[in-house]
C-alpha cells in the first residue's frame, strides 16, 4: 500500500574520499535505493566528486545527496552550508553602537596550500594584507603545522593567535561591523552560516571573499546581508577595500541585518534541516 506522502530515509554517508570499504557502503546503498522506489534516501557527505566510483553509473533518481561542496559527477545533489546549532552559544552579549565598533574581524585557520588544496592560499593572502598593524582591524589566526615553513613567506616569522572560545568568538562579532569570510582548504566555510546567524543577531556582517561557496544563491541573496570582495592584493587595495567597508552606515548596516533575520532559516538549526528537506520534495 503506497504511504500518502514521500517517506525520506536520511544516511550519513560520508562518502567523502576514495577508500576501499565504503564502495560497498554506497553500492548497497544504492540497491536500498532501487528496492524502494517509494522512498526519497537522503545521503549526507561532505562531497561526492571525489568518491562516487565512475563504474556505478548514475544513481537511482530516488537517491539525493546533500553536499557541503558544489556538485561533481552524482545525480540530484543539493549543495547546503554547514549549519548552526545555537545550543551551545552563550548569551547575545551587550550591543555595540554601529559607529563605536572596530571595522573588521578575521578569525581561522590558515592551512596548506597547493596539490589538491586550490583554495589553501586565499586566508594567507588575506591575512598577509590584514594583519598590518590597522587599528581597524581584528586578526585571530592559527597556522596548521603543516604550514610552519609557508609562514616564512608571509614576511617574518608569524605566531598562531590563541583559537578563540566559542564565547569570546561572539562577543568579538558583536564588537566588529564586518566579519571576514573566506575560502579555507575548500571553498564551503563554517563561518558562512556562524556569520549569517550572527548578522542576524546584530553583530557583524559578512565580508565574503571571492571564491567562497554561496550554497542556495538561487533563492539567497547574499549581497542585502554582507559585501563582495576579492582578496585585496595590495596595500593600496586594502586601503580600498576598508575604505568601502567604513563608508557603510548605521542605517544600511540595520537593513542588512534585517535581511539576515530574512535568511538564518537556511543556516539555523532545525530550520535548515526542514529548508533542505523541502528543496527534495519531501513532506516535513
Given at each position: 500500500m503506497a504511504a500518502a506522502h514521500p517517506a525520506a530515509i536520511l544516511v550519513n554517508a560520508s562518502f567523502t574520499f576514495r577508500h576501499a570499504q565504503r564502495y560497498p557502503c554506497y553500492l548497497e546503498l544504492r540497491r536500498h535505493a532501487a528496492a524502494n522506489p517509494n522512498a526519497t534516501f537522503v545521503a549526507v557527505s561532505f562531497h561526492t566528486s571525489y568518491f562516487i566510483p565512475r563504474y556505478a553509473g548514475p544513481s537511482p533518481s530516488n537517491l539525493k545527496w546533500v553536499v557541503m561542496e558544489p556538485p561533481g559527477r552524482c545525480n540530484a545533489s543539493l549543495p547546503m552550508p554547514y549549519v548552526v546549532d545555537k545550543h551551545g552559544w552563550p548569551a547575545q552579549p551587550r550591543r555595540i553602537p554601529w559607529r563605536q565598533r572596530k571595522l573588521l574581524f578575521f578569525a581561522g585557520r590558515i592551512s596548506r596550500a597547493g596539490g589538491l588544496i586550490p583554495t589553501g592560499g586565499v586566508r594567507r593572502a588575506l591575512v598577509t594584507q590584514l594583519d598590518n598593524g590597522d587599528p581597524r582591524v581584528t586578526v585571530n589566526a592559527q597556522y596548521c603545522q603543516c604550514a610552519v615553513r609557508g609562514c616564512q613567506r608571509l614576511?617574518?616569522?608569524k605566531q598562531s593567535s590563541q583559537r578563540l572560545?566559542?564565547?569570546e568568538y561572539v562577543q568579538a562579532a558583536h564588537a566588529h561591523r564586518f566579519c571576514?569570510?573566506?575560502?579555507?582548504?575548500t571553498p564551503s566555510t563554517r563561518k558562512l552560516a556562524e556569520t549569517m546567524v550572527l548578522a542576524a543577531q546584530g553583530a557583524c556582517l559578512?565580508?565574503?571573499?571571492t571564491g567562497t561557496f554561496l550554497p542556495y544563491s538561487?533563492?539567497?541573496?547574499?549581497?542585502?546581508v554582507g559585501v563582495m570582495a576579492p582578496i585585496p592584493r595590495s596595500g593600496a587595495a586594502t586601503d580600498r577595500l576598508l575604505k568601502r567597508l567604513d563608508g557603510l552606515d548605521q542605517l544600511?548596516?540595520?537593513a542588512r541585518m534585517q535581511a539576515a533575520r530574512g535568511m538564518r532559516h537556511a543556516f539555523l538549526q532545525p530550520e535548515a534541516a526542514h529548508f533542505a528537506l523541502r528543496r527534495f520534495g519531501v513532506t516535513v
Open positions: 614576511g617574518g616569522a572560545t566559542m564565547a571576514v569570510v573566506s575560502p579555507g582548504d559578512p565580508l565574503f571573499i538561487d533563492v539567497l541573496n547574499y549581497s542585502r544600511e548596516a540595520r
